[in-house]
C-alpha cells in the first residue's frame, strides 16, 4: 500500500525558514507527479507546488519566490523548502502523491506555525 510518511513541521517565528520532508514508499510506478498542498479551517486545501518525475516544478502564484520542492535521487523522496515563513502560511501541509487517472494519494499532514 502506498504510505507517505511527512516530517519537518512545527512551530516558527517569521522570517525563519523550514524544510519539510516527505518519504514515499509501497508503490511501483513512479512516473507521476508529487507534491504539496495545505489547509487552513474554513478554506479549500491549496495546491502550492509540484514535481514530476523529470524534476519539472511548478508553484502557486500565492507561494512563488518563497517555496521550492524537490526530490532526491531516488525521486522516493520529496521535500519543500519554505524561507521567509509568514503568518499566513500557517496551515496544515499534505504530501501528496498522484497515480493512475489522476488519483491522489495523501500524507498524513503536518501542522505549520508561523507566530
Known amino acids: 500500500h502506498v504510505q507517505l510518511v511527512e516530517s519537518g513541521g512545527g512551530s516558527v517565528q517569521a522570517g525563519t525558514s523550514l524544510t519539510l520532508t516527505c518519504v514515499a514508499s509501497g508503490y511501483t510506478d513512479d512516473g507521476h507527479c508529487m507534491g504539496w498542498f495545505r489547509q487552513v479551517p474554513g478554506k479549500q486545501r491549496e495546491k502550492v507546488a509540484l514535481i514530476g518525475s523529470d524534476r519539472a516544478t511548478h508553484y502557486s502564484e500565492s507561494v512563488k519566490g518563497r517555496f521550492a520542492i524537490s526530490t532526491d535521487n531516488a525521486k522516493n523522496t520529496v521535500f519543500l523548502q519554505i524561507d521567509m515563513v509568514k503568518p499566513e502560511d500557517t496551515a496544515v501541509y499534505y504530501c501528496?502523491?498522484?497515480?493512475?487517472?489522476?488519483?491522489?494519494?495523501w500524507g498524513q499532514g503536518t501542522q505549520v506555525t508561523v507566530s
Open positions: 501528496v502523491k498522484y497515480s493512475e487517472l489522476a488519483f491522489r494519494h
